[in-house]
């Protein structure tokens, strides 16, 4: 691969992650980052029984 081919495929990645950005921001009206800053709930932990093992 030449140092072309790098570069189009970061450039790609990089557009399409900014473009699910801007379409989730379009979409719910707030930042996608929003997800990852909200605190824990009980419905997003995963809890075993104890006697499921």
């Known amino acids: 691969m ?3 081919h790098v570069a189009i495929a970061s ?3 990089v557009l399409g ?3 699910s950005s801007l379409v989730y ?3 719910f009206r707030r930042s ?3 997800v990852y800053g909200a605190p824990a ?3 997003r932990t ?3 029984a104890p006697d499921s093992y």
């Open 32 to 34: 996608p980052l929003v």
């Open 41 to 43: 709930s009980p419905h």
């Open 17 to 19: 992650h900014a473009g």
């Open 11 to 13: 450039l790609h990645v």
């Open 2 to 4: 030449t140092s072309l």
């Open 25 to 27: 921001r379009l979409r």
């Open 46 to 48: 995963w809890r075993c």
